[in-house]
C-alpha cells in the first residue's frame, strides 16, 4: 500500500489515478497511522515552497515522515521533490524537510524562459531503482521556475534547460522527481511502476 500525503498542497488525484491505472494499491491521507501502515509514501507537491511547508508542518505529520522515511521508501513529485531539500528560496529562505544535501532555488537559464513547462528529455547521472530500464531517450514533463542545487551524486538524471537542472534524485530512502511521473506517459508509469516494486 502506498500512502498519497494530502496537506492541502498536491496535485493528488492525478498522481492516485496514475496508480490506479497501474492497480498499485493506494489511499489518499492525512492521518497519521495510515503513513505508519503504508508500505511506501509519496509526497506530491504544486505551489510555493514556503506555504507547502507551512501547511505540511500544519498537519502534524512532518515527525512522523521522518520517522517513517528511516524504514520505508518516500517519493516526493514536483514541489514534494523540492521540499525534500534543507532549504527553499522561493519569497524568501524556508526550512526543507532536510533529507537531501542542498538547497532549491529560483532557475536563471540565459535566453530562455521560466517556468519550465512542457516535455524534456532526462539524462542519466547515477544508477538509481527509480529509473530502472529507462534510457537517455526517455521524455518526462515539467513544470516549474525553482530547481534543486545539490552534489551530482544524489541526482539520478538531469534534463537540459539552459544548463543542468536536477530531475530526478536520491538518497537513502527518499527519491524525488522535479517532473510530474503522473503526466509523463509510459516513462513516468514506469517510473511509478519501479518506485511500487521497491
Not at 505529520?61 to 514541489?79: D, R
Not at 527553499?88 to 542542498?102: A, C, D, P, R, S
Not at 531503482?129 to 551530482?152: N, P, Q, R, T, W
Not at 534547460?161 to 517532473?179: I, L, M
Request: aromatic content about 10%; hydrophobic content about 40%; some cysteine.
Amino acid at each position: 500500500m502506498i500512502a498519497i500525503i494530502d496537506y492541502g498542497a498536491g496535485n493528488l488525484f492525478s498522481v492516485q489515478n496514475a496508480l490506479n491505472y497501474l492497480e498499485i494499491p493506494n489511499i489518499v491521507t492525512k492521518n497519521a497511522e495510515d503513513l505508519r501502515k503504508a508500505d511506501k509514501l509519496i509526497l506530491p507537491g504544486v505551489g510555493a515552497f514556503p506555504d507547502a511547508m507551512r501547511m505540511l508542518s500544519e498537519t502534524g505529520l512532518i515527525e512522523v515522515i521522518k520517522e517513517e522515511v528511516q524504514k520505508k521508501p518516500l517519493l516526493g513529485i514536483c514541489l514534494g521533490m523540492q521540499m525534500l531539500f534543507e532549504k527553499g528560496y522561493e519569497f524568501g529562505e524556508t526550512e526543507g524537510l532536510g533529507f537531501i544535501k542542498g538547497t532549491v532555488e529560483l532557475m536563471t537559464p540565459p535566453g530562455l524562459v521560466i517556468p519550465q513547462i512542457g516535455w524534456n528529455k532526462l539524462e542519466m547521472n547515477e544508477d538509481c531503482k527509480i529509473l530502472e530500464g529507462l534510457s537517455d531517450d526517455s521524455y518526462v514533463y515539467f513544470v516549474h521556475s525553482y530547481a534543486a542545487v545539490c552534489d551530482s551524486k544524489n541526482v539520478a538524471a538531469y534534463t537540459d534547460y539552459g544548463g543542468k537542472v536536477p530531475a530526478c534524485v536520491f538518497s537513502g530512502n527518499v527519491y524525488g522527481c522535479q517532473f510530474h511521473p503522473e503526466k509523463s506517459g509510459e516513462t513516468g508509469l514506469r517510473i511509478l511502476k519501479n518506485f511500487a516494486e521497491m
